[in-house]
């Protein structure tokens, strides 16, 4: 059929899209349609459209120019997941081969658009296309997601359509069921999470344009001839499997705000990246470096090539990275370019077992004798932590591994496997394994010969040095100039147990009660494990644990109210450096506690010794740690805090965090303080009090949170038993991706309403400091922050509001923890609270 000058074969597999017809011009037809909702998608109560009678047919749908919305970008419902998908997509489409053709030589005159997001129109990660087949073509043709930036159509103007919301939300594109994806002169845009063709098995994109900020572009594929424009600072959340290939591409930097980070990274989460003939382009004031990802594994390789930045060669991750292998020279470049042919080596990248080969370069391939070559080297191990001289420890009977907590071994095997892009075995050549000189006075390593080595530990080498532990990297690299890395752990030598020379002892002095002893330590840091207990008895009896140690012993516990009438008591369990564990030994004050040894009733902490066993638990004087779902956050998908047994963690993350605390370690984390209420037949009424928290979010733009109207709250007046008190709320807003939303609410046995005035501001971001205090009937909260931001800093909020006679405080977290179980995460690092 001859179509507008276009000879069409239109039958059943071959179809046309014409937005210019009119229906009575759709009808009069066959095989032609005006909107791509008619022609592929279903209701939410059918099954994907034509899955069953095409599943095993192709289909091809030619497209003229034109706007194609999957459903009404004006529509102001909410999309929900539907037909057993676990995000609400557009359109599922299934068929054993798709290939969408625009009848056109500019992407820009074809333009398949939607208009819905993550708590914009949509319940969860909205993506437009859900595509199930083995191969899926596209070419000459736009797919946006204009949920968070706008559609200007050069061809129409009247065609233009203003975004739904400013805020930078999760507003996908497609995900793929199937094995080969190709997508040729292209563009794909977007914002957050863009995923232009996500899931192939194999995918390559030749001569397309993307636009995105974080979490967005396809995490295994090839990229031929692309160019990016990257609004964010990691556009890949990661790379998978054999990772992502960026040859002859272009990348605009147009980071919002440089002096955050000063970096362009390709992952938020690492894997494997290999950049060739690629140009770096940016226009800062500030500063500006390129890397791989801000954290890479130890274990991480990546592969460069002829990269500039500003015309200027550079060297992603720089000159001395251990993650960056620059292929120059090397035998391996030929896997990803054939210099003598001028051309980019995408059948050996792509070529599978059936000879995939979309950019017609197999001849040459073959001639150059590179249609096999790995890209991936593996390494693997039998065993991820060994004993130095674990033999000799057995021998002797110590309980060898008691300091790393892994079982000991003497010895770990190291393997290797050399992987294609597309999955399959390689030869890589011979093998050489290797460590730095600074590992070489830890282990031995000897080469197999088959491929692998055999690692051992070097006691000797812990002789001198104070650690219980070296982290060792073995790595690898093969004839054709391949490398791979495997970390493992050596354990020093377990050694008796330190003796006590003066046992524990514990005296009251200044408001604390002190803890001393010695041991025999033999040049050994002391790494006694001391918990402290308030105790019925003078002999222990009813002990209860209210503080523990993390790193070094605690050797001195501050007295409060809640232990006036109480013995305190120390249990220490005595050790050294690689030391096992020696016999517990408890102290226990020789008097109780009267209320002369205490100030008062006010806490203060920096919550390294607070202990972390989970359970509600509540009790006066006493922390708890929980998970809890409020019942507000019904909206908020699967929660799978109860089968965590650590809600919170203590340590330092990374990102905005950059001082040790406590940060969840779950979803619904929450942690509480009870205070006293009776104390020597009195009863404790708390009037006025006062919270000072300081708090470093991971997240550096002031989001805070992973998603749209996740939480933190911060309690006072509380009580912790029927959840009745007042509150800050810091929420994520949806209208805004760099701010937060500040409002005060009110508890009421778990239920919560809003009391003030809602505030968004931009100062949820390290440090950030927290008052909440109430006074007389009125409640008020005050937050600022010490970095420097565009945004409102400061935020203050006051509500009028009846007395109550509580005393407790909380923290509840309804936020996801995010990438590495960190990322979205807010550390909390000091705490004050004050009683009047």
């Known amino acids: 059929m001859n179509y507008k000058g276009y000879e069409l074969p239109l039958d059943?597999?071959?179809?046309?899209?014409?937005?210019?017809?009119?229906?009575?011009?759709?009808?009069?037809?066959?095989?032609?349609?005006?909107?791509i909702q008619s022609m592929l998608r279903p209701t939410p109560t059918e099954d994907a459209i034509n899955s069953k009678k095409m599943a095993d047919k192709k289909l091809t749908v030619y497209i003229m120019p034109g706007v194609y919305w999957i459903d009404d970008p004006e529509a102001d419902d909410t999309m929900q997941p539907w037909g057993g998908y676990d995000v609400p997509y557009g359109i599922a489409v299934t068929a054993h081969s798709l290939e969408f053709a625009g009848l056109t030589d500019d992407a820009e005159d074809v333009v398949i658009a939607g208009n819905r997001g993550q708590s914009h129109g949509a319940n969860g990660n909205y993506t437009m296309f859900h595509f199930e087949c083995e191969s899926l073509t596209i070419k000459n043709l736009t797919i946006g997601n204009y949920c968070s930036t706008d559609l200007e159509y050069k061809r129409d103007a009247s065609r233009n359509h203003r975004r739904r919301t400013d805020a930078i939300t999760q507003a996908q594109l497609a995900i793929m069921q199937g094995d080969r994806m190709f997508a040729d002169n292209c563009r794909f845009i977007g914002r957050l999470n863009l995923r232009p063709v996500e899931g192939a098995d194999r995918a390559l994109y030749h001569n397309c344009h993307f636009e995105s900020t974080n979490d967005a572009i396809t995490s295994n594929a090839v990229f031929v001839?692309?160019?990016?424009?990257?609004?964010?600072?990691?556009?890949?959340?990661?790379?998978?499997?054999?990772?992502?290939?960026?040859?002859?591409?272009?990348?605009?930097?147009?980071?919002?705000?440089?002096?955050?980070?000063?970096?362009?990274?390709?992952?938020?989460?690492?894997?494997?990246?290999?950049?060739?003939?690629?140009?770096?382009?940016?226009?800062?004031?500030?500063?500006f470096g390129i890397g791989w990802t801000r954290y890479p594994d130890p274990q991480l390789r990546c592969y460069q090539c002829d990269n500039t930045h500003n015309k200027e060669s550079v060297v992603i991750g720089g000159l001395r990275s251990k993650t960056t292998v620059d292929m120059s020279g090397l035998?391996?470049?030929?896997?990803?370019?054939?210099?003598?042919?001028?051309?980019?080596?995408?059948?050996?990248?792509l070529r599978g077992s059936d000879g995939w080969d979309p950019l017609n370069v197999g001849v040459q391939s073959g001639a150059c004798s590179a249609d096999n070559i790995p890209v991936q080297l593996i390494l693997s191990s039998d065993a991820e932590c060994i004993q130095a001289d674990a033999d000799s420890v057995q021998n002797s009977g110590l309980s060898a591994g008691t300091v790393s907590g892994a079982a000991a071994?003497?010895?770990?095997?190291?393997?290797?496997?050399?992987l294609c892009f597309?999955?399959?075995?390689?030869?890589?050549?011979?093998?050489?394994?290797?460590?730095?000189?600074?590992?070489?006075?830890?282990?031995?390593?000897n080469d197999n010969n088959d491929g692998s080595c055999t690692v051992t530990g070097r006691p000797e080498a812990f002789c001198n040095i104070d650690k219980e532990y070296v982290d060792v990297v073995i790595e690898a690299v093969t004839a054709i100039g391949l490398h791979g890395a495997y970390k493992l752990r050596i354990d020093a030598p377990v050694t008796e147990a330190p003796q006590f020379t003066k046992y524990p002892e514990l005296s009251i002095c200044n408001g604390n009660a002190e803890l001393s002893y010695e041991l025999e330590l033999n040049g050994h840091t002391d790494r006694s494990v001391v918990s402290w207990y308030r105790c019925d008895g003078s002999r222990g009896e009813g002990a209860r644990l209210t503080a523990i140690t993390r790193n070094s012993p605690k050797l001195s516990y501050k007295i409060t109210a809640a232990d006036v009438g109480s013995y305190i008591g120390a249990s220490v369990i005595p050790r050294c450096t690689s030391s096992c564990d020696g016999a517990k030994v408890v102290a226990v004050t020789d008097r109780r506690i009267a209320d002369t040894d205490t100030d008062g009733y006010d806490i203060c902490t920096d919550f390294s010794d607070i202990p972390l066993n989970m359970g509600k638990n509540i009790a006066e004087g006493?922390?708890?740690?929980?998970?809890?779902?409020?019942?507000?956050?019904?909206?908020?998908?699967?929660?799978?805090g109860e089968e965590c047994t650590e809600p919170w963690h203590y340590g330092i993350t990374g990102d905005g965090c950059t001082h040790p605390g406590l940060y969840q370690g779950t979803q619904g984390a929450r942690i509480m303080y009870t205070p006293t209420y009776r104390q020597n037949d009195r009863v404790k009424i708390y009037r006025g009090m006062s919270l000072h928290l300081t708090a470093e979010p991971a997240k550096t733009s002031c989001q805070g949170f992973g998603s749209a109207y996740q939480y933190m709250d911060v309690c006072i007046k509380f009580d912790t038993e029927n959840l009745t008190g007042y509150g800050l709320r810091i929420y994520r807003s949806p209208k805004a991706s760099n701010a937060c939303v500040f409002v005060l609410?009110?508890?009421?046995?778990?239920?919560?309403?809003?009391?003030?005035?809602k505030v968004i501001s931009g100062c949820f971001v390290s440090e950030c400091i927290i008052d909440v205090k109430y006074m007389d009937g009125s409640l008020t909260a005050d937050v600022r922050t010490t970095a420097e931001q565009h945004a409102l800093q400061e935020v203050h909020l006051k509500a009028d509001v009846p007395d109550n006679l509580h005393g407790g405080i909380a923290v509840q977290h309804t936020g996801t923890t995010g990438t590495g179980g960190w990322q979205n995460t807010t550390t909390l690092t000091g705490l004050k609270v004050s009683y009047k």
């Open 622 to 640: 006493m922390w708890s740690v929980d998970y809890y779902r409020p019942t507000d956050t019904c909206s908020f998908g699967s929660w799978h």
């Open 422 to 445: 597309w999955g399959g075995i390689g030869d890589a050549g011979n093998i050489t394994f290797y460590v730095d000189d600074i590992y070489k006075d830890f282990v031995n390593v």
């Open 12 to 35: 059943s597999e071959h179809v046309l899209l014409d937005a210019s017809l009119t229906d009575t011009e759709v009808q009069a037809g066959s095989y032609i349609y005006n909107n």
């Open 745 to 757: 609410v009110q508890y009421e046995e778990g239920t919560t309403t809003f009391i003030s005035d």
């Open 331 to 349: 035998p391996l470049l030929k896997a990803y370019r054939l210099d003598d042919y001028g051309c980019y080596n995408t059948y050996n990248l």
């Open 409 to 418: 071994s003497s010895k770990a095997v190291v393997s290797s496997r050399a």
């Open 225 to 287: 001839g692309c160019d990016f424009d990257f609004y964010g600072s990691r556009p890949l959340f990661s790379a998978t499997r054999t990772g992502a290939v960026f040859l002859d591409c272009d990348f605009n930097c147009l980071e919002a705000d440089p002096r955050v980070e000063g970096m362009q990274y390709f992952t938020k989460d690492g894997g494997q990246v290999a950049a060739v003939g690629c140009r770096y382009h940016s226009n800062f004031d500030v500063p």
